[in-house]
């Protein structure tokens, strides 16, 4: 059973795709999706409680009158989840349910820990040129600077075992912005598990515009790296 933990902030353009298409194409397992919005301004929460109400095993959240954070929204998801495994990705439809289906097979085949999907092993988008390789270079010096065990450190596309973060300081962790991804590999690392990295194509969002800006994102990111690698000095 799987938990499904779209963290979302004016996407209901493509909550309209997704959602259906969840739960129309992973009907081989039980799964439940829980939308944890960062209080949408575009009719996400009224559209939600309409025109998927029809959904059981769907759960919706708004973050109201909080300070908006990725992190903290993928924390809130987890910690309300109720299945033994997280799958976590983005609703901006960059994430292709084929890609999940792969990794809840895999999952099912092999029963790893942690699986990461990483855009970095073999199948490279079409498109995005530019951002596709800034990320990879990133994410190649990140990936030694913190010790981490995977390629692709800011993917935000994963499942886990839910057991495995039970001793976690989500305070710790899930905060500010994609960063998140890279301080949970980190703890998670720690523990000795078993982690594979599954390849995927990353797609361009659907509908909508990124949050994302890079040069600031990067900046932060880098900073928020700088102080794990300290802290991890002083933990050895």
């Known amino acids: 059973m799987y938990s499904i933990v779209l963290p979302v ?3 209901k353009d493509n909550l309209k795709i997704l959602i259906p298409e969840i739960f129309g194409i992973i009907n081989f397992v039980k799964v439940e999706v829980i939308i944890i919005d960062d209080d949408s301004d575009d009719g996400t929460e009224i559209f939600v409680n309409t025109e998927l109400s029809k959904y059981e095993h769907l759960v919706y959240v708004n973050r109201k009158n909080e300070n908006r954070s990725l992190g903290i929204s993928v924390g809130e998801g987890i910690n309300i989840s109720k299945f033994d495994n997280i799958i976590l990705m983005d609703c901006d ?3 292709g349910l084929e890609d999940v289906v792969n990794l809840i097979k895999l999952h099912q085949n092999k029963n790893y ?3 990461c999907c990483s855009r970095f092993l073999d199948k490279r988008p079409n498109g995005f040129f530019l951002r596709y390789h800034l990320s990879k270079i990133y994410n190649y010096i990140l990936k030694p600077f913190l010790s981490l065990p995977v390629l692709d450190n800011l993917s935000g596309f994963f499942l886990v075992k839910k057991k495995l973060l039970n001793d976690l300081r989500f305070d710790k962790i899930f905060y500010g912005y994609g960063d998140y991804y890279f301080r949970l590999l980190y703890y998670l690392n720690k523990k000795k598990i078993s982690i594979i990295e599954m390849g995927f194509v990353w797609k ?4 909508g515009k990124s949050k994302t800006k890079f040069m600031k994102i990067f900046y932060n ?6 102080k794990l690698r300290i802290k991890t000095l002083y933990e050895k």
Do not use: C, M, V
């Open 204 to 207: 361009d969002r659907k509908y």
């Open 221 to 226: 990111y880098t900073l928020e790296a700088i």
């Open 9 to 11: 902030y004016n996407e």
């Open 93 to 95: 439809l960059s994430h």
């Open 113 to 115: 820990d942690l699986i």
